[in-house]
C-alpha cells in the first residue's frame, strides 16, 4: 500500500483516516505505523473494510474462478475481483477479468491474490472517497 500517494493525493480521505488515531503516526518505507509508547506497530490494513464501511462505501473482493474445457481436460483459472458500492447500492468499481489470448476462453482474472486486489481497492476506495469530500 502507497501511503505516501494516499496522504499526497487525497489529502481529505486521508484526515478522515487519520483524525481519531491517539497515536503517532509515521510513514517509513511506504508503511504507516502507529507509534504508542515508543513502540512501532504496522497499522493493519484490514481495519480500511470498518473505515470505509462507516463512509457509506463498501468494498467487496470476491474469489473467482473461471473453468472451461472438456470434462477431461477441464482448465481452471483462479483469481479474485474487485466491486465497490455506495450505501444506496450504486455500483462505483468493479473490476473482474481481463482479456487474456494466451488461454481458451480468452479472460482471466486481474489479481491473483486478495491481498493484491485489496491494494488496488482500498486505492480506489479513497479516490471515491476524497471525490466525495470534495463535493
Keep these: 500500500m502507497n501511503w505516501n500517494h494516499i496522504k499526497n493525493k487525497h489529502p481529505k480521505a486521508w484526515d478522515l483516516l487519520t483524525k481519531d488515531f491517539t497515536d503517532e503516526i509515521t510513514l517509513s518505507a511506504g508503511q504507516l505505523n502507529l507509534v504508542d509508547d515508543g513502540y512501532s506497530v504496522p497499522y493493519n490494513t484490514r481495519d480500511l473494510y470498518d473505515f470505509f464501511d462507516e463512509q457509506g462505501i463498501f468494498i467487496n473482493t470476491n474469489a473467482i474462478e473461471i473453468k472451461y474445457g472438456?470434462?477431461?481436460d477441464c482448465y481452471e483459472v483462479q483469481g479474485f475481483g474487485i466491486e465497490i458500492v455506495s450505501k444506496e447500492t450504486h455500483i462505483l468499481f468493479e473490476e473482474h477479468t481481463k482479456e487474456d489470448k494466451s488461454i481458451w476462453c480468452g479472460v482471466s482474472p486481474i489479481h491473483t491474490?486478495?491481498?493484491d486486489a485489496?491494494?488496488?481497492?482500498?486505492t480506489k476506495a479513497f479516490q471515491i472517497l476524497e471525490d466525495k469530500l470534495n463535493k
Design 70 to 72: 472438456g470434462c477431461q
Design 118 to 122: 485489496e491494494i488496488v481497492a482500498y
Design 113 to 115: 491474490t486478495r491481498t
